[in-house]
């Protein structure tokens, strides 16, 4: 499984996501990839409607802890604009 989520790049996805929003949340101190190859690269492709936040002074895991609301805050405001009209 590591192995798989090592391999993985978000990029690879982006050509079958095309026409949906995307919201991508990426933490300033990632330890485990480099956002750059990752987060930044997959926004840089996604069509529209597309939102990406970088969330300053936290690592991966700071998104489940310090930061989740935030993480939260940011999802809802999203879905909320992009979904709700579409149901």
């Keep these: ?3 798989s989520f090592l391999l993985y790049a978000p990029i ?3 050509p079958a996501i095309k026409g949906c929003a995307m919201l991508i ?3 300033e101190n990632e330890e485990l990839f480099d956002v750059r190859e990752h ?3 997959a ?18 895991y700071g998104i ?4 989740r609301e935030q993480a939260l805050d940011l999802a809802i405001e999203w879905l ?3 979904l709700k009209g579409s149901m």
Excluded: Q, S
Aim: glycine share 10%; charged share 30%; hydrophobic share 40%.
């Design 39 to 41: 987060g930044e690269l």
């Design 43 to 60: 926004f840089k492709h996604a069509g529209e409607p597309k939102k990406r936040v970088v969330i300053p002074g936290i690592a991966h």
């Design 1 to 3: 499984m590591r192995e």
């Design 12 to 14: 690879a996805d982006t």
């Design 25 to 27: 949340i990426d933490v």
């Design 64 to 67: 489940y802890g310090v930061a």
């Design 80 to 82: 909320d604009r992009h």
